[in-house]
């Protein structure tokens, strides 16, 4: 079946498309957009997609609400066109953090998401949801990519003397993961999140660090308060250098000044979200195409 690329408008999901498109030697279409006066997107797929099977790369960037609403756009394009097959590969997956009710009255974000795009979609590729179980509220054909194998071995990040920390429990397999290929030991920090407020406190943990290289991994820097707090603790328990290895760095406000003055020597990210500099980006592309191989 004739494969065909359709990125979102943003930048992002153009440059992962134009990414995979040179390692699948798959043809791109980009979609026509534009907003009406009031404010509405309106959006043309100018190709024949009759019969084939459409790829879509949208990554739910800022804002993520019109991020979200272009692939429920571009999906139903792609109904109308008669694509026999679509397939959606989201980069970032915005509201995956509001997987459950935390305080009374909320919604489950991520589940009515899920839901919503398994009505346009057949299959779902996700570049590291914040946590893998919320694909089920999509059913079968939802993937996770996780990523930092993969960034390790494009970054050559290796040394003899180094340890992978993960900032909390929830981001421990992730941690795991990592040190299997990396060969060395790895361990956690307990994170406490207030509620209401979002601010978080490191509770103190004998860690064996001393003069050893760090790997902090996890799936997203928003503010920098989790990861900043981790790396202030190694600091205090004699870590030498400390690398962070992020699949999402969305980077809010002061968050580079933040992580930088806690100590951390450099920061990798794949290329799920807009660039902000002072952090070094892995192209996911392949590794997405690789996941897309595998499938067909
Ligand atoms: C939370 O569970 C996530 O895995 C991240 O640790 C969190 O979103 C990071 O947020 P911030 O950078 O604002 O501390």
Redesign the pocket.
């Known amino acids: 079946m004739e494969r065909i690329l359709i990125p979102g408008t943003n930048g992002v999901s153009k440059e992962i498309a134009d990414s995979i498109s040179r390692e699948l030697l798959l043809k791109v279409c980009k979609p026509i957009y534009k907003v009406f006066p009031d404010g509405e997107s309106y959006i043309r797929i100018p190709c024949d997609v009759k019969n084939k099977e459409a790829i879509v790369v949208q990554s739910f960037i800022q804002p993520q609400d019109k991020s979200f609403f272009e692939a429920i756009l571009i999906g139903d394009a792609l109904r109308e066109g008669g694509a026999s097959n679509s397939i959606l590969i989201v980069p970032y997956m915005a509201y995956a953090?509001q997987d459950k009710v935390f305080l009374e009255g909320e919604p489950i974000s991520i589940r009515v998401i899920m839901e919503t795009l398994r009505m346009l979609y057949k299959r779902l590729f996700v570049v590291e949801i914040?946590k893998e179980e919320s694909l089920k509220y999509f059913g079968e054909g939802a993937v996770n990519i996780s990523p930092y194998t993969y960034m390790a071995r494009q970054l050559g990040l290796e040394s003899s003397n180094v340890a992978v920390l993960s900032?909390?429990i929830?981001?421990l397999n992730r941690a795991k993961t990592l040190s299997q290929f990396l060969k060395c030991s790895y361990d956690y920090l307990v994170?406490r999140?207030d509620k209401i407020t979002?601010g978080?406190t490191m509770e103190p943990k004998e860690l064996d660090v001393n003069n050893k290289d760090i790997v902090i991994v996890?799936?997203?820097?928003?503010?920098?308060?989790?990861?900043?707090s981790a790396s202030s603790i190694l600091k205090k328990y004699g870590a030498r250098h400390i690398h962070v290895l992020v699949a999402h760095a969305?980077m809010?406000g002061e968050?580079i000044d933040k992580l930088r003055k806690s100590g951390i020597d450099e920061i990798y990210a794949a290329n799920t979200l807009p660039k902000k500099d002072g952090i070094k980006y892995v192209d996911i592309g392949p590794l997405i195409a690789d996941y897309l191989s595998s499938y067909s």
Do not use: C, E, F, M
């Not at 996890?218 to 900043?228: P, R």
């Open positions: 953090r914040h900032p909390d929830g981001a994170k999140r979002g978080i996890d799936d997203i820097i928003s503010t920098g308060g989790t990861i900043a969305i809010l968050a």
